[in-house]
């Protein structure tokens, strides 16, 4: 099992930035893919950005150049900066981890983003 805990949220105007954090706890020896997705009213979730194990890094074309998914092992954190924010970024942003006993998910933070 492993318990994932967002923080970060809030209101930003547009052009602005947040930082995102995901804290892991529990079987965290198990975890391959650390996660961020996003979902809007009215629209399916969406991954964001992702992290292996590797430190690979992979980008939704929506937040390439904007966003960056980065971790701090030794703090089991996982963190999205998002900069030159848009209103389209508005959403619930989650974490989620990938592990060989399946993928976890934290509770979400809103995120929104005023014109």
């Known amino acids: 099992q492993v318990q994932l805990v967002e923080s970060g949220g809030g209101l930003a105007q547009a052009g602005g930035s947040l930082r995102l954090s995901c804290v892991a706890s529990?079987?965290?020896?198990?975890?391959?893919?650390r996660a961020w997705y996003r979902q809007a009213p009215g629209k399916q979730r969406e991954k964001v950005a992702s992290i292996s194990s590797s430190s690979y890094t992979n980008y939704a074309d929506s937040v390439k150049g904007r966003f960056t998914i980065s971790r701090d092992n030794a703090k089991n954190t996982v963190y999205l900066q998002m900069n030159s924010l848009k209103p389209e970024d508005t959403a619930v942003y989650y974490c989620s981890v990938t592990t060989r006993g399946g993928d976890y998910w934290g509770q979400g933070t809103q995120v929104t983003v005023s014109s």
């Open positions: 529990g079987s965290i020896f198990n975890i391959n893919i």
